[in-house]
């Protein structure tokens, strides 16, 4: 089967300004190979697995109901006041640490509005990913981590499946996609390299399903 092309996206936003301390030692288990996303249930959009092609488990993603978090949108500065945080729950010896989060903060307030995700492991930040939305509304926001790799996420369909690619300098770092045409629950095949820790792949599945299926 011919492999899918993916191409960058030419169009650039400026970059909201970023403070990130220098980055902790990484410490994994697991050295990248493929693995799974799978929704926890049908009628759950809120709850994700990650596990491996034989089905044992990974992590566990959970994040709190969407338009619950919205409702304290008034209430919220520009830069200063994170919506409530998502959780990732490592299975045992999966990686240096057990828990970790993701923070996001809106950067405007804008009718779309762009965002900023942070991966934690305990108090230090491990990663940055930013979803930004150009001026025209017809067109689909750019999305990048920008820490601790900078890599832009390339949309475009195959066959009718979502397919997503990692960008870095124009050369494709690894691929999201769905691998069945249909499924009951939602379910993505995930391969990036070695190089990237395994959180920090997960962060960058969790880009890819707040695009694909929020």
């Not at 899918?4 to 970059?15: E, I, T």
């Not at 959009?45 to 092609?53: P, S």
């Amino acid at each position: 089967m011919a492999q899918a092309m993916c191409f960058s996206v030419g169009a650039q936003w400026l970059r909201h300004s970023i403070h990130l301390p220098t980055q902790p030692q990484w410490i994994t288990s697991v050295e990248g190979f493929m693995f799974l996303v799978r929704q926890r249930s049908a009628l759950n959009g809120f709850h994700y697995h990650f596990l491996t092609t034989e089905d044992q488990p990974i992590a566990a993603l959970e994040w709190p109901n969407f338009a619950d978090s919205l409702k304290s949108l008034a209430q919220m500065g520009h830069e200063t006041s994170p919506l409530e945080d998502l959780h990732i729950r490592m299975a045992p010896g999966r990686a240096a640490s057990a828990d970790y989060r993701i923070s996001h903060v809106f950067l405007n307030r804008e009718r779309r509005k762009d965002v900023r995700f942070t991966l934690h492991q305990g108090g230090a930040p491990l990663a940055i990913g930013e979803v930004l939305f150009p001026p025209q509304r017809l067109q689909r926001p750019r999305i990048e981590v920008v820490s601790p790799l900078n890599a832009t996420l390339v949309r475009h369909r195959t066959m009718g499946r979502l397919s997503y690619c990692w960008e870095r300098d124009g050369r494709t770092l690894g691929t999201i996609e769905e691998p069945k045409w249909l499924t009951m629950k939602r379910e993505l095949s995930v391969n990036l390299p070695s190089t990237i820790p395994l959180p920090v792949q997960i962060f960058m599945s969790f880009l890819v399903i707040n695009d694909a299926f929020r």
